[in-house]
């Protein structure tokens, strides 16, 4: 069999069986079994498949996956979230777009103490939604901001995807994790000035109100006691990784006891927010792995059958400049993001892309976090990007999936710039990984 009738074979099996509806983990579970059969000798494959799963889900790296989701959990059904939301709250005044302004700024910390992008944006749209509506401001004004800081979480450390995707990769999960902190926080400024520009140009679209202005005291005390505190557990993630005190793993394990400390301080840890965040954070941590066993084996019979070395030697075949190879790979992302989620993109893809990136000269690091703000970019891709339906969800009564598309735009265009930006001058996101070294 040619390789690319085994790559039609695997992937054209894969993407048949999601369109029928089929869970991710179980259409890659039974084109494995397939391919195990067909390239690798029946029945001595299928032991191979079953091996290979093992070794998968008890890869060490893996291990920060489920105490960042745990970190995210605990700090949502305990409450400590709301309390920053009302702290920063106080701190804006009656400034036009205010809530805009907060959502972007306290999504942005949410995102520096969850790791999850479906977390935050569900979080953003149950707390902002309701007092933006009320306050008047224009739909575009409410979801784009909301959808646009919830992906941040992808991006932005402790990031599970990074995590996975370092995995995945063989990228050093550390250095990615931290090569993604200085783009979040650009593309989180992008977004700041777009709200700013947006109020200029209809000042209408987030009406200006009389909110009782906070006294100084007051806002220091909110500071001092709802948000300084949350840099104690910023710390046990970021700070201990970049002074190179702790390994990724053992971060996430601090960041998830330092959460469970706060909780307890301020008198929010119950058995019940503590048995809501164990069950979300294993049902997730579950699917995730199961999705990697898939992927893993999926990769290795790419590879055996010789789909993966044909596709690659056909790519590099065209001497084309790597910049437009590049562009071709983060195209193909956005395409994809279109019909699919973001875990199914990065095993479909990582197998070739890879490789690729390694032969044309590219910085896997590097790499790896401009694919990650290719793959925020396909959460927010019409028709199927998974928070453009969460924010269908949580937003205004009336919300279409058209309008939320539309409200994105704008901040597509933001993360579009980011990725220009730092295609120009990759040591925005090398520099911290390159300090820590």
Known sequence: MTWYEAGMLMLGGILALMMTGMPVAIAFFTVNIVGALVFMGGIVGIDQFIANATDAVTSFTLVPLPLFLLMGELF??????????????????GIRARLSYLTVGGGTLFAALSGSSMANTAMLGSLMVPEMTKRGYKPHMITGPIISTGGLAMIIPPSTLAVLLGSL??????????????????????YVALIRLQVAIDPKAAPGYDAEPAGLATILRALAVDVLPM?????????????GWATPTESAAFGALSVLILAAAYRRLSWEALVKSLRGSLAVTVMMLMIIVGSTTFSQILA??????????????????PYLVLLAMLLLLVVMGMFMDQLSMMMLTLPVFMPLIQIMGFDPIWFGVVMLLALELSLATPPFGLLLFIMVGVGPKGTTLGQVARAAAPYIACTLLLILLLTAFPQIALWLPDAMR
């Open 169 to 190: 990769a063989r990228i050093d999960v550390g250095a990615l994790l931290i090569a993604g902190l200085l783009p979040g926080l650009l593309l989180a400024l992008m």
């Open 231 to 243: 840099g104690f557990v910023i710390f046990c993630v970021i700070g201990l990784i970049l002074l």
């Open 76 to 93: 949502f059904h305990t409450g400590l979230a709301m309390r920053v939301f009302d702290a920063l709250d106080k701190c804006m005044g």
């Open 304 to 321: 055996f059958s010789g789909a993966s070395s044909g596709v690659i030697s056909w790519a590099t075949g065209f001497e084309l400049n």
